[in-house]
């Protein structure tokens, strides 16, 4: 592991995002793991109560967020492997290029990552993505999800957040988003 001097001073290991790798291991664990209860336990298309607001309904979603596509005859199952594969290898590279102490950086990419890869997981090996959380409110149900669109959705808003509020903090403490030198 080569060590590099950032401008603050410090040392910081080039290589410190596997640290952060470990929390994308959970998130894709805990993803397939509740998919794979999901499939075992619910029918197809039949909600199960949980509370109000709440059902357990299995879906498969063949397109992307939102079933965007999801009814386009197949082709899309090959283009959102690769886009999402694309988009898996610049987040890690961004992770591995990130200081593993700036953690407003690093846990929304670790979440990205870790959502990434479980939906491309489904998305390869099915070729369609298991979801089966349903919140609904009345008659308006949001589309289904999983647990990696969760880590997905939080690693957004949490990203979008820090280059709104914190990024410019630490280009001027003369560390540009938190990466490292080099």
Same mark, same amino acid.
């Given at each position: 592991?080569?060590?590099?001097?950032?401008?603050?001073?410090?040392?910081?290991?080039?290589?410190?995002?596997?640290?952060?790798?470990?929390?994308?291991?959970?998130?894709?664990?805990?993803?397939?793991?509740?998919?794979?209860?999901?499939?075992?336990?619910?029918?197809?298309?039949?909600?199960?109560?949980?509370?109000?607001?709440?059902?357990?309904?299995?879906?498969?979603?063949?397109?992307?967020?939102?079933?965007?596509?999801?009814?386009?005859? &197949?082709?899309?199952? %090959?283009?959102?492997?690769? =886009?999402?594969? #694309?988009?898996?290898? /610049?987040? !890690?590279?961004? @992770?591995?290029?990130?200081?593993?102490?700036?953690?407003?950086?690093?846990?929304?990419?670790?979440?990205?990552?870790?959502?990434?890869?479980?939906?491309?997981?489904?998305?390869?090996?099915?070729?369609?993505?298991?979801?089966?959380?349903?919140?609904?409110? &009345?008659?308006?149900? %949001?589309?289904?999800?999983? =647990?990696?669109? #969760?880590?997905?959705? /939080?690693? !957004?808003?949490? @990203?979008?957040?820090?280059?709104?509020?914190?990024?410019?903090?630490?280009?001027?403490?003369?560390?540009?988003?938190?990466?490292?030198?080099?």
């Amino acid at each position: 592991m080569e060590a590099v001097k950032a401008d603050s001073g410090s040392e910081v290991s080039r290589w410190g995002g596997w640290v952060w790798l470990l929390l994308s291991a959970v998130i894709i664990l805990l993803d397939q793991w509740t998919k794979g209860i999901a499939v075992a336990s619910l029918q197809y298309q039949v909600s199960v109560p949980v509370v109000p607001g709440l059902n357990w309904t299995l879906v498969h979603n063949q397109g992307g967020a939102f079933s965007f596509l999801s009814d386009h005859g &197949g082709w899309q199952r %090959w283009f959102f492997l690769v =886009v999402s594969s #694309s988009v898996t290898v /610049v987040l !890690i590279e961004w @992770l591995r290029r990130t200081a593993r102490h700036h953690w407003l950086l690093c846990l929304p990419l670790a979440l990205l990552i870790g959502g990434a890869i479980g939906n491309l997981i489904d998305r390869a090996r099915l070729g369609y993505v298991i979801d089966f959380v349903d919140v609904y409110y &009345g008659q308006w149900h %949001w589309p289904a999800f999983n =647990v990696a669109d #969760s880590g997905i959705t /939080v690693g !957004i808003v949490m @990203l979008i957040a820090y280059e709104l509020f914190w990024a410019r903090k630490f280009d001027k403490g003369g560390e540009a988003h938190g990466r490292t030198a080099g």
